[in-house]
Nanobody
Framework: VQLQACGGGLVQAGDCLRL?????????????MAWFRQAPGKEREFVAS????????YYTDSVKGRFTISRDVAKNTMYLQMNSLKPEDTAVYYC??????????????????WGQGTLVTVSS
């Protein structure tokens, strides 16, 4: 399985940005996909997840109402639309994939595969 994230960049507070994660190497029907982020000096944290087949979504509280996770099954690509960006959203964003199991989707251990990360910098 390969996950390739892209779309990061330098934006100003209040701007929007869309991240993409191209997935390959298997079918993902029974998988959950997610975005995590890691700010300098901090632990990697969960941002949002989406089940590949059903499209069920889940967000961390700090991004609810501002970020939208989605996937395009035909293109094997997952997205993260980020609106109203804040300086505290600055981080390296990673996409991840894992089989649906009885593990919380916001836990890093739920994901077996990780992309390389894309840097998002939000200036004030």
């Amino acid at each position: 399985v390969q996950l390739q994230a892209c779309g990061g960049g330098l934006v100003q507070a209040g701007d929007c940005l869309r991240l993409s994660c191209a997935a390959s190497g298997r079918t993902f029907n029974s998988y959950v996909m997610a975005w995590f982020r890691q700010a300098p000096g901090k632990e990697r944290e969960f941002v949002a997840s989406v089940t590949w087949s059903g499209g069920s979504t889940y967000y961390t509280d700090s991004v609810k109402g501002r970020f939208t996770i989605s996937r395009d099954v035909a293109k094997n690509t997952m997205y993260l639309q980020m609106n109203s960006l804040k300086p505290e959203d600055t981080a390296v964003y990673y996409c991840a994939a894992g089989p649906i199991r009885t593990i919380d989707y916001d836990a890093r251990r739920a994901y077996d595969y990780w992309g390389q990360g894309t840097l998002v910098t939000v200036s004030s």
